[in-house]
């Protein structure tokens, strides 16, 4: 199993970004796939998660702001950040469970290597 993030890079606050993640192993229709991120210095966090149905779980910060997507067809996993802030500064993972769609880090099975996102004031 393979994942691999990109889209990230450096966006003026109130910009916008898209983020990638494509897949490649196990049948990717019925993975719960997710967005989390890392600021420097803070514990990884949940952004966003979709399951295999289509539903989608948001964190409170990123709620109406940003919005997960999949295209199975495509192995492919997306996150449209609009109206960024400089807090939403941190590098960002896309993720796979095995399981039901959660917010708790520690039970996604496969991680991508991150893609970085930096938000100036």
């Known amino acids: 199993v393979q994942l691999q993030a990109s889209g990230g890079g450096l966006v003026q606050a109130g910009g916008s970004l898209r983020l990638s993640c494509t897949y490649s192993?196990?049948?990717?229709?019925?993975?719960?796939m997710s967005w989390f991120r890392q600021a420097p210095g803070k514990e990884r966090e949940f952004v966003a998660g979709?399951?295999?149905?289509?539903?989608?779980q948001y964190a409170g910060s990123v709620q109406g702001r940003f919005s997960i997507s999949r295209d199975n067809a495509k192995n492919a996993l997306y996150l449209q950040m609009n109206n960024l802030k400089p807090e939403d500064t941190a590098v960002y993972y896309c993720?796979?469970?095995?399981?039901?769609?959660?917010?708790?880090?520690?039970?996604?099975?496969?991680w991508g290597q991150g893609t970085l996102v930096t938000v100036s004031s």
């Open positions: 979709v399951s295999w149905t289509g539903g989608t």
């Open positions: 192993g196990r049948t990717f229709g019925r993975l719960v």
């Open positions: 993720a796979v469970d095995l399981g039901a769609l959660t917010r708790d880090s520690r039970t996604y099975n496969y």
